[in-house]
């Protein structure tokens, strides 16, 4: 079907055919009443800001090739525009494209009818709960393409219901009512649609854009994955007790600055951390214990230092003390497979009264504490998911009148 403007000249062309009753062209702004030659009705003023598409254009969803036959522009409240685009499959299915702020909605006409005066703030469809966000009317300020009906003159009634991604969108004009189901089509599926055809720059949130992580899925997710921690950590973990590795007291007359090696042993199970304590009787003095702990398999090894210092006094009247004679820590995530430890100890070397330190090293049974972090991590994670969900929701309702918030 093709139309040259009688105004301007202008050819417009679709595949498509109809039967035309009114005819907007892009160029010159005009509407036409078309009965056999086109009759100028009235010239729109509105000037776009942002990117239309071209009537002709083709589009593809839900693999049925679409091709736009027309584009209107409504205005609500004053301020907000919303551009509607019909498209037409070969096979005749009619499917309609809306858009807003670079935020885009399929909608298709459904048979059902519903009461949609403002007493009602919710409506169910398919066993789904909508809540109210639209009850305004708005006016035709811009028109191009192929119509098979005439435009009306009169203000037309919008009446929306949302339950993202989803809408019903009621209209009501001329004493007809037309009921559409829609969903929120995101910028990739556009972007994929329109074969990488420039589109609208996106803005605030739609009315019925899907916030990224639904928080309900989310918190179930992260239930069964702390359910399968949990168990796998006890399965791995059923049969392990404490394991005492070494318990030794060594002399500084026989090992002062000087290694021991301690004999292999075997370590079965998951990680755990292996727990060294050491003691020495120093007394305004010091000692170091370096401990190295050796895979007999790998060869890797794994150091540790420790100092122990107790120093005593009496100062201003007061007696004081500062350190331990003493200490404890922990090489963690050591893994099951043979090992040995590789001790040196050492002492202040003008210390006579110290003569011996103690170490004593234990494989511990795996803690549940990596289970209580990743738990911790995940109750952090649902806090921010659940408040950023929280915020986008907000934003949503700011330009509605029937905000819950």
């Known amino acids: 079907m093709h139309i040259n403007c009688t105004k301007c000249g202008t050819t417009t062309s679709i595949e498509s055919e109809l039967d035309l009753k009114s005819f907007g062209c892009s160029n010159c702004k005009n509407l036409f009443r078309y009965n056999g030659d086109l009759k100028i009705l009235r010239q729109f003023d509105y000037h776009p800001l942002d990117i239309l598409l071209e009537i002709g254009k ?15 522009i409504k205005k609500f409240h004053s301020i907000y525009y919303w551009r509607e685009y019909t498209l037409k499959s070969k096979e005749g299915k009619i499917v309609f494209l809306s858009e807003s702020d670079g935020h885009w909605i399929l909608l298709e006409e459904i048979p059902e009818e519903y009461d949609s005066s403002r007493k009602f703030k919710t409506l169910t469809h398919n066993d789904i709960k909508y809540d109210l966000y639209e009850h305004s009317q708005c006016n035709i300020v811009g028109a191009s393409g192929f119509f098979d009906y005439e435009l009306p003159n ?3 009634q919008i009446i929306e219901y949302i339950s993202p991604p989803n809408i019903i969108s009621i209209e009501k004009y001329q004493g007809s009512e037309t009921t ?8 990739a599926e556009m972007k994929k649609a329109f074969h990488n055809t420039p589109l609208p ?11 990224s992580i639904n928080f309900y899925n989310a918190a179930i997710v992260f239930c069964v994955i702390s359910i399968l921690i949990l168990i796998t950590q006890l399965f791995v973990n059923q049969n392990r007790t404490e394991t005492f590795v070494l318990s030794k007291e060594f002399s500084f007359a026989e090992f002062d600055n000087k290694d021991f090696v301690s004999e ?3 370590l079965e199970g998951g990680s755990a951390p292996m727990t060294i304590s050491v003691h020495s009787d120093v007394d305004n003095s010091w000692a170091n214990a370096q401990i190295a702990l ?14 122990i210092e107790y120093y005593r006094g009496y100062t201003d009247g007061e007696n004081w003390s ?3 004679q003493g200490e404890k820590f922990n090489i963690c995530g050591v893994g099951e497979g043979k090992y040995h430890l590789v001790i040196t100890p050492q002492k202040q070397p003008n210390d006579m009264t110290n003569t011996k330190m103690s170490v004593t090293a234990v494989w511990k049974r795996p803690s549940m504490w990596n289970f209580f ?3 911790l991590i995940m109750g952090i994670s649902l806090i921010f998911i659940y408040s950023a969900n929280k915020f986008f929701e907000n934003r949503r309702w700011e330009s509605s009148d029937y905000s819950p918030f």
């Open 58 to 72: 083709k589009a593809t969803f839900d693999s049925v090739e679409y091709e736009i036959i027309n584009r209107l």
């Open 373 to 375: 972090i990743s738990v």
């Open 154 to 156: 009169s203000n037309i």
């Open 322 to 324: 500062e350190g331990s």
């Open 294 to 307: 050796v895979n007999e398999t790998t060869n890797d090894e794994i150091y540790a230092n420790k100092d």
């Open 201 to 211: 720059s996106r803005t605030l949130v739609g009315a019925i854009q899907p916030f």
């Open 180 to 187: 559409f189901f829609g969903r929120h089509v995101s910028k």
């Open 264 to 266: 292999s042993f075997t």
